[in-house]
Every structure is written in structure tokens, then in C-alpha cells.
């Protein structure tokens, strides 16, 4: 049993940045891959991001590719999302999760494990 929680959203301007943060309770292990992925209102969850279990192989969308950067913490149980220049099509409801898989996945079928997700608004 793995429970995800995001932290971090929130309201910022066009250019800006955050960091999501999502953290693992319950029995949590290291060779688990993680990922975030996004929904906007009408839209359907895309992929932005991926991580394998070591923390040494990263995937990302094309959209978010060279402005958003995925890491895991030194335990395993954290990994985060630095989201820098971002742009209004950024909002959306960012979600992170996770796979008993050592191997990233960039699909949300691959997918165990669910946060509740976090919202992130960019004003023009």
C-alpha cells in the first residue's frame, strides 16, 4: 500500500516558477519509478515527466522539455518538480505516480499509484 500527496501548486504568473513536491507514505520502496502527469479542464492527462528508480534516467514531454526538471530526494520517498518559465498552458491539475517498476514509464496505464493532485494556474 502507497499513498502519494503533491504539494506546491498554486497561482503564478507567466514566466515564473515553482516546485511540486510529492511525497510517499505507507510501505514505500527504492525500486520504484515515479512520474507526473497533467490534466486541464476538457482535456485529457497528459505525461510531463518521468523518473526511473535510481533517480539516473529522465524522461519528459516535448512541451515541458528544458523547462521542467524532475528528482528524487536521497530516500526514495520524495520526488519533485521544478517547473521554471512556465506558460498558461502549464495550468492544469499536475498528479504525481508511481509504478513497483524500476523502469520509467510515460504512460498513465503504467501507472499503480495516484496522488490527488495539486492545482497549478499561470495568469497570463
Known amino acids: 500500500q502507497v499513498q502519494l500527496v503533491e504539494s506546491g501548486g498554486g497561482l503564478v504568473q507567466a514566466g515564473g516558477s515553482l516546485r511540486l513536491s510529492c511525497a510517499a507514505s505507507g510501505r514505500t520502496f527504492t525500486n520504484y519509478a515515479m512520474g507526473w502527469f497533467r490534466q486541464a479542464p476538457g482535456k485529457e492527462r497528459e505525461f510531463v515527466a518521468a523518473?526511473?528508480?535510481?533517480?539516473?534516467?529522465?524522461y519528459y514531454a516535448d512541451s515541458v522539455k528544458g523547462r521542467f526538471t524532475i528528482s528524487r530526494g536521497n530516500a526514495k520517498n520524495t520526488v519533485y518538480l521544478q517547473m521554471n518559465s512556465l506558460k498558461p498552458e502549464d495550468t492544469a491539475v499536475y498528479y504525481c505516480a508511481a509504478r513497483p517498476v524500476g523502469t520509467a514509464a510515460t504512460t498513465f496505464v503504467e501507472y499503480n499509484y495516484w496522488g490527488r493532485g495539486t492545482q497549478v494556474t499561470v495568469s497570463s
Open positions: 523518473i526511473n528508480w535510481s533517480g539516473g534516467s529522465t
